[in-house]
């Protein structure tokens, strides 16, 4: 695939190249080019080359001038201030990149792909096992499903995990409730059925703990079967599969909600590792990284301590010879550097479990799990907050299914949805469709148009709004260009780069060019927020080329009829591929 390199990228390597052809005693230098509002863009560098040389900025600033070649590229540039230089590009220039876009066979729009792959491990999206998924679990699978999105869209190769957390003392408990009471997983209905499932794993539970609460004899065997459990016993393990099993049914149940794929052989949990979890403690123990301190190992740093000021250690091994959960992290670190041979690790986890993975990727450097070349990130996140500004619960105070949240969602767009189905004549199914579609994009947009680490509101009436920063803007925004579209009767999309733009459509034209580069940027920062933003402009730059570019005026000249028709397919080429990314549908008629 040949990409197409933006306009800023051209304007950028002319400007570098005209530096040092007007002062090479400078060396490389960087123009410092950015987006302007007195112009297309602005070059700043030459400010801090003239006090390196000791010399008169505007009269640099002309040098530079006189040194860029003349081309199609460049319409005006104006020496402003004490050297600054105001672009304003061809409007042939911007027409024949975005052309060249549109012409890309492979459907990219003309964003290349990295020159330098590496392998990412993503881990995210990490339900328990035998529990139920709830608003907590939210934002690890819509943030982690757009980044392996994002990435893999960049070029990276990205191997996707799924941490669930299948293996713990909790185990034990369940298992010997099954032991002495057979059948109890089994349901009523579709064994694929996810609500059936958790029905089925619920009552277990809630079983299981009571009689473990209140009988001490259950509790003793119990205890007695987590050893089993640990020590490989075929029959415990054969049960313990057996929750696993109907917890995958429910997990995949949620996750097909949230319009998200989930395969099994990404789900990794932690019992995928069990069988690392000796030698990671004696690699550590054996290399003095960890030592034992009242009889468990544990790890020490000089930064982190407690209120006491005493060092907080991170535990590896318990002192009743059970491993914590460093145990587990480490050794999946060992695996996915050593065995599927990652450049990076990047873990889509709680802003809450920072220190814990400060103090496990510390561990791993010391190890030398972590070496040169490979890095360890947490992409971290806030929480979700009621429209009170109080953690989101349910107003008996419980924590909020993520089932109930997704479908709440749905009914909501529905309505919506529902009201506007008339004017556009949608039918039943069409108004279900859509209704998902926009409730569940509206839920994975207000996460995702958030920075990352910030905490948010939920407040679904204004997820669903046709108003302001919202998925469903975006999304209708998407169909009015599809309406224009079929409206155009023989008309078709085609770009003359000889026509005068109006101002609408050299702003809608010079932020369509910068996709890739944002693109590039999400990528490589892990801010996902940051192609919601650009997605969410777009749409602002496409509702002021309505109000002031008609598109099918009869009093269009035809070519300019099949330019503007060319920039809003464009447009709509680019609104699709973002939410694509992003994990949200664009429903053709809404």
Not at 49 to 69: D, S, Y
Not at 210 to 231: G, H, M
Not at 399 to 417: K, N, P
Request: aromatic share 6%.
């Amino acid at each position: 695939m040949a990409s197409v390199p933006s306009l800023a990228s051209t304007l950028q390597q002319q400007l570098a190249d005209a530096l040092t052809a007007a002062l090479p005693e400078a060396g490389a230098a960087d123009p410092l080019l950015r987006r302007s509002d007195r112009a297309d863009f602005q070059a700043n560098g030459i400010l801090a080359l003239a006090k390196k040389l000791k010399g008169n900025p505007r009269e640099l600033a002309g040098q530079v001038t006189a040194a860029l070649p003349a081309g199609e590229l460049i319409q005006e540039i104006e020496v402003s201030g004490p050297g600054f230089l105001n672009i304003t590009l061809t409007d042939k220039a911007i027409v024949e990149t975005l052309a060249a876009r549109a012409a890309d066979a492979e459907g990219r729009l003309g964003v290349p792909l990295k020159s330098e792959a590496g392998t990412t491990v993503i881990d995210y999206a990490q339900p328990n096992v035998a529990k139920e998924m709830h608003v907590g679990h939210l934002r690890s699978a819509v943030i982690g499903d757009a980044m392996v999105k994002i990435m893999e869209f960049t070029g990276e190769n990205v191997v996707r995990r799924h941490h669930i957390g299948d293996w713990g003392t909790q185990f034990g408990m369940l298992i010997q409730y099954l032991i002495e009471h057979p059948g109890a997983l089994k349901h009523e209905g579709d064994a694929a059925d996810g609500e059936a499932a958790m029905s089925t794993l619920n009552r277990v539970y809630k079983a299981s703990r009571a009689l473990f609460d209140s009988d001490e004899e259950f509790k003793a065997r119990s205890r007695d079967r987590v050893v089993a459990l640990q020590a490989g016993d075929p029959e415990t393990l054969e049960l313990w599969q057996g929750f696993v099993d109907e917890s995958k049914i429910y997990f995949h149940s949620v996750f097909d909600k949230l319009d998200m794929e989930v395969r099994d052989p990404d789900i990794v949990g932690e019992s995928g590792y069990n069988a690392m979890l000796e030698e990671t403690c004696r690699i550590l123990e054996e290399t003095g990284v960890a030592v034992r301190s009242e009889g468990a190992l544990c790890v020490f740093f000089d930064d982190v301590k407690g209120p006491d000021g005493n060092q907080v250690p991170l535990i590896v091994k318990k002192t009743n010879g059970g491993y914590g959960y460093a145990a587990t992290d480490l050794s999946a670190i060992r695996n996915r550097v050593q065995d599927l041979k990652a450049d990076t690790l990047l873990y889509v986890v709680d802003a809450r479990q920072s220190l814990h993975f400060k103090m496990v990727f510390e561990t791993a450097r010391r190890a030398g799990w972590l070496g040169d070349g490979v890095q360890a990130v947490q992409l971290a996140f806030g929480t979700v907050l009621g429209k009170d500004g109080k953690p989101f619960k349910t107003r008996e105070g419980e924590t909020v299914r993520l089932e109930d949240l997704l479908d709440e969602a749905v009914s909501r767009a529905t309505a919506v949805v529902r009201e506007k189905a008339g004017k556009v004549g949608l039918s039943e199914d069409e108004i279900v469709e859509n209704g998902r579609y926009v409730g569940v994009g509206a839920v994975k947009y207000a996460d995702l148009s958030t920075s990352a680490v910030r905490d948010y509101k939920f407040d679904l009436d204004q997820m669903v709004s046709l108003n302001g920063d919202t998925s469903v803007y975006l999304q209708y925004a998407y169909a009015r260009i599809q309406s224009i579209l079929r409206k155009a009767g023989d008309a078709v999309p085609a770009a003359h780069p000889e026509l005068a733009l109006a101002p609408a459509e050299r702003a809608l034209g010079l932020h369509l060019d910068q996709f890739g580069e944002v693109l590039s940027e999400v990528a490589s920062g892990y801010e996902p927020h940051k192609l919601a933003a650009y997605l969410y402009q777009l749409a602002s730059h496409l509702t002021t080329f309505y109000d002031q570019c008609q598109v099918l005026s009869p009093d269009n000249a035809p070519e300019v009829v099949e330019n503007r028709l060319f920039l809003v397919e464009l447009t709509a080429r680019t609104l699709h591929q973002g939410m694509a990314l992003l994990g949200i549908r664009t429903p053709e008629r809404l």
